[in-house]
């Protein structure tokens, strides 16, 4: 397949310039039918040019979508995606590292709900990886929030997979769509539950769990007093590859609104550091106000300019992630974003990102 001339070209260094413009574009290129290309792709980074990471991503949408790849090489600045026909069925990719499964499904999730069946997407990296939302997190917080779009899938974690190996495996099984509905999360309610996992694997010992659930208790007590906080200590077993320690904290409020605080042990960090980071995470998500917390804010947009109608969500402040994924989507469908100022009578300040869909409809279903 010979690149179209009338590709539309997408700068990959724009805002923030990382590889969130080549996944938000790519599922856009594939869903749409049109062909794009970026340049200067992830220009700003220590190291510039498609990793591994990138590169995996981008093959696996080229398969689902019956496309071709141009500049498809590690390190390569430049890339054209033409796509065909989006598929069903079976897709594999592998990182052969342990970089993130959770943004393989990021790129891939939006192309396989307009295929014109189900897909079994087989994905292998890390799946607590850094500089990537755990794969907690898009089971526990992404997930039920995507169902409120009519997104329907499910996520088995056959192997978790920790730097530097990776060697983790989740194999998701994903609904198509005729069409995303829109969806409306203005009002936060009140938290009513907070809870979370605290995990070691391989050789770790388990009195790290221990010290990072407690010291995450600790530190959400001294804001909040009157809930439970149920924080499970947890060793990895038989399903982890490699040696690694996390935390992830999830709130709960009266409306369904869900908001996370992560953390991955590192070489030399105490565990109860480890703690600490995700419990201050989670208290500066639950402050803002908003009904999504900073992780979700951006992954949510793809959804937002795709579904039929208009979407409004109340965040904190507008990630630059989020920013440049409105940026993307308005660039390569007809969606249209505004995002305004909202101050509330004790003088907080949210912001309400509305958008009027695209209303992509599946041709395949």
Do not use: W
Request: aromatic residues 4%.
């Amino acid at each position: 397949m010979k690149m179209d001339s009338t590709a539309l070209e997408v700068d990959g260094s724009v805002m923030e310039g990382g590889g969130q413009i080549l996944r938000v574009s790519a599922a856009l290129s594939c869903i749409t039918g049109s062909s794009i290309k970026i340049t200067k792709v992830r220009a700003g980074r220590s190291s510039p040019g498609l990793r591994p990471q990138h590169l995996t991503g981008l093959e696996l949408v080229r398969n689902i979508c019956s496309g071709s790849l141009d500049g498809g090489t590690i390190g390569s600045t430049e890339v054209s995606l033409a796509p065909g026909k989006i598929k069903s069925g079976s897709h594999i990719a592998d990182t052969k590292t342990a970089g993130s499964v959770v943004l393989l499904l990021q790129v891939a999730l939006p192309c396989a709900l307009y295929a014109d069946a189900s897909s079994e997407l087989c994905l292998k990296g890390g799946t607590n990886a850094e500089m990537a939302p755990q794969i907690d997190y898009t089971v526990k917080v992404f997930k039920p929030i995507l169902e409120k779009f009519g997104v329907h899938f499910d996520c088995n974690i056959k192997m978790r997979g920790y730097f530097p190996k990776g060697g983790g495996e989740i194999v998701v099984t994903v609904n198509p769509v005729k069409e995303l509905s829109p969806v409306t999360m203005t009002d936060r309610g009140k938290i009513t539950k907070i809870y979370g996992r605290a995990f070691v694997a391989g050789v770790l010992p388990f009195k790290l769990a221990k010290d990072m659930s407690a010291a995450a208790v600790r530190t959400i007590r001294r804001e909040i007093k009157d809930l439970y906080i149920n924080i499970q200590p947890l060793q990895e077993k038989e399903k982890a590859r490699g040696n690694g320690n996390g935390i992830i904290i999830i709130a709960e409020s009266s409306t369904g609104c869900l908001f996370a605080g992560s953390a991955l042990g590192k070489k030399g960090v105490y565990a109860d550091k480890v703690g600490i980071e995700a419990a201050e995470m989670l208290l500066m998500n639950m402050r803002n106000n908003g009904c999504v917390d900073d992780f979700l804010q951006d992954q949510l947009i793809i959804f937002m300019a795709l579904a039929k109608g208009t979407s409004r969500i109340r965040t904190g402040a507008v990630t630059l992630h989020t920013q440049t994924a409105i940026h993307i989507a308005e660039q390569l469908t007809q969606a249209k974003f505004s995002i305004t100022k909202s101050e509330d009578e004790l003088s907080n300040v949210t912001y309400i990102i509305e958008c009027q869909g695209s209303g992509v409809s599946n041709p395949n279903l």
